[in-house]
């Protein structure tokens, strides 16, 4: 008999784990199908988003993924260098873990712990939910969607059997041009390819020690070429990235000379061991449909950005998380028929912002003055290396990273059905993050006591906020949710910062931590917000 399964992933790179993890705390039944064995021997992500650290927060592994990633001590500069032990032409400070201290919107800043760090522990912790399973060296071979469930065709490539999964859903979280996306027969939309890139991951112990620069997150290498590379810290001991941006199209990875490009970007030859050479291709897509009904898709599979800015995965964790809650709704039995559909109206719009903020990052990098004499030791040299800082020193202000934030953390679901419009002005896009309570935006952060956090309250189901003297009566609220088995728990705020900050007197939040409705009154007819938020009506 074909096995039965509530919900059937596949790919377990970090968003298919993410989904797993977000449907397992929910006691969802699911299983990963993934072809490889979860070894991630690549560590091609590398900075973990504040809007991920919230989520690892509410899933109880923010703890690790701090203590895994990048040293409390070592500075998070990025640096412009036109070789280790040759010029610093600019420098983007960035402090410690250990000094940075609380950032007032969040309970969790962002983190650097690579993919090789990251995934494992992702992995890890779904391995330990009792409802997910993990099947690794399984492939998923086709599968066939109906009004009554999917069929998926899987074999194993230990034994090399066959077998057919039942599932009542399946999620396609299987990378760049997957198998799920490819049957729904929904093709890419975008500027498609921008540059072919490769990336080298060695191990270098020598490297930390032989320039003058200290330890930074990155470093930018320029030359007479232009910007032409990045090496990344990995771990702040010992492995490194080194990014080419610009190859020819036919470089062969196995014959790559990948000792000349270390040395040529640490400006002298030093010890090292290359651990492996990766070829990859810089993209602008995002998918015209993210599925429908019962089959979906999410991560990279539905929208491919350049790296820069570092958004990849975190955009896909934020499709696991929307798409979760609404998969777990729907098996629950309380969600209403259009719930799903609203994980497309959601996330695609971020998926948008996010490949162009992306792309556009990347364009002015490699467009910033090129001069061939930057690396001489010249008055030409010293003066193209003067207009190189200058024209950095106008870019990236203080409140770059802030800005860098409002496409991260400052996206909204406005427009979205499960969302109630208000009449608020809606948040700018790309405008310098601040935290702003609104319908569809992450409920902001503020501490309610020592450790405790507003975000510490989202999660299970959904969450009404009462603020004030609690005199609102919320009975019809909560009566609406119960006759509908909507999960909802009421909590009383009494500070009169955080009440400012949310702005109304009560405030509905979705179980991902979002604003799905703001008033200072419970509403007359509270069965028709509670019909919308959980997807029962039809606009
Ligand atoms: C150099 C570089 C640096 C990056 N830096 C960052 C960064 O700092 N921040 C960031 O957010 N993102 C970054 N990214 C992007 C990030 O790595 C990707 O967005 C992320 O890995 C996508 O995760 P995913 O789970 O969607 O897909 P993938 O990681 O591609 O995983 C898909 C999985 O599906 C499996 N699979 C595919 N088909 C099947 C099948 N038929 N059956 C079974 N299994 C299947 C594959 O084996 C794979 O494990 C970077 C990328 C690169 C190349």
């Not at 072809?35 to 590398?46: A, I």
């Given at each position: 008999m074909a096995l039965q399964v509530p919900v059937l992933i596949c790919g377990g790179g970090p968003v298919g784990l993410a989904l797993a993890v977000e449907l397992g705390s929910r006691g969802i039944e699911c299983m990963l199908i993934e072809?490889?064995?979860?070894?991630?021997?690549?560590?091609?992500?590398?900075q973990v988003s504040t809007r991920t650290m919230e989520f690892c927060r509410r899933w109880g592994i923010a703890e690790e993924v701090k203590r895994a990633g990048?040293?409390?001590?070592h500075p998070g500069d990025f640096i412009y260098v036109t070789t280790m032990v040759g010029y610093e032409i600019f420098r983007q400070k960035f402090a410690s873990y250990a000094e940075q201290?609380?950032?007032?919107?969040?309970?969790e800043g962002p983190r650097q712990c690579p993919q090789i760090f990251f995934d494992p522990i992702l992995l890890r912790y779904a391995a330990s939910l009792p409802s997910v399973t993990l099947r690794h060296r399984t492939e998923a071979e086709s599968f066939e969607a109906g009004l009554d469930g999917v069929h998926a065709r899987v074999t194993s490539l230990d034994s090399g059997d066959s077998e057919t999964i039942n599932a009542a859903y399946l999620v396609g979280c299987?990378?760049?041009?997957?198998l799920v996306r490819k049957t729904l027969n929904t093709e890419y939309e975008g500027s498609g390819l921008l540059s072919y890139s490769l990336s080298i991951f060695f191990r270098s112990k020598a490297l930390g020690e032989l320039?003058?620069?200290?330890?930074?997150r990155f470093y930018r290498l320029v030359d007479g070429s232009g910007h032409w590379s990045d090496l990344v810290a990995?771990?702040?001991r010992e492995l490194w990235r080194l990014t080419l941006f610009?190859?020819?199209?036919?470089?062969d990875a196995d014959s790559f000379d990948a000792a000349s490009a270390l040395i040529r970007a640490v400006g002298k030859p030093f010890s090292s061991e290359v651990l492996s050479v990766l070829p990859w291709k810089r993209r602008e897509l995002v998918a015209k449909s993210y599925g429908a009904g019962r089959v979906f898709i999410a991560g990279d599979a539905a929208h491919q950005m350049s790296p820069t800015g570092g958004l990849g995965m975190n955009t896909g964790i934020g499709d696991a998380v929307d798409l979760g809650w609404k998969l777990a709704a729907m098996l629950q039995g309380?969600?209403?028929?259009?719930?799903?559909?609203s994980y497309e109206l959601e996330r695609k719009p971020v998926a948008t912002t996010s490949v162009l903020a992306s792309s556009e990052v990347f364009q002015y990098e490699t467009s910033l003055p090129a001069d061939?004499?930057?690396?001489?030791?010249?008055p030409d040299g010293a003066r193209a290396r003067r207009q190189l800082t200058e024209a950095l020193n106008g870019r990236r202000g203080a409140g770059n990273e802030r800005l860098h934030e409002s496409v991260k953390l400052g996206y909204c679901y406005e427009g979205s059905p499960v969302i109630c419009p208000e009449r608020e002005m809606a948040?700018?896009?790309?405008?310098?993050?601040r935290q702003l309570c609104r319908s569809g935006a992450r409920a902001p952060h503020a501490w309610i006591?020592?450790?405790?956090?507003?975000?510490?309250?989202?999660?299970?189901g959904f969450v009404l906020l009462r603020f004030g003297k609690?005199?609102?009566?919320?009975n019809k609220i909560v009566d609406a949710a119960a006759a509908c088995a909507v999960p909802l728990a009421v909590h009383d705020i009494n500070d009169g910062k955080i009440a400012e900050l949310y702005e109304r007197e009560l405030v509905l939040v979705r179980p991902d931590g979002h604003v799905a409705w703001r008033g200072d009154v419970c509403p007359d007819d509270a069965l028709a917000l509670i019909d919308q938020v959980r997807g029962a009506v039809t606009p």
């Open positions: 072809r490889g064995d979860g070894n991630v021997t690549v560590p091609k992500m590398s990048w040293p409390q001590t201290g609380d950032l007032g919107y969040t309970p299987d990378g760049f041009d997957g320039h003058d620069k200290g330890w930074a990995i771990d702040g610009q190859l020819d199209p036919d470089t309380w969600a209403g028929a259009r719930l799903l559909e061939p004499t930057i690396t001489d030791d010249s948040i700018a896009k790309r405008e310098t993050f006591s020592e450790g405790h956090s507003t975000l510490d309250l989202f999660g299970d609690n005199s609102v009566a919320v």
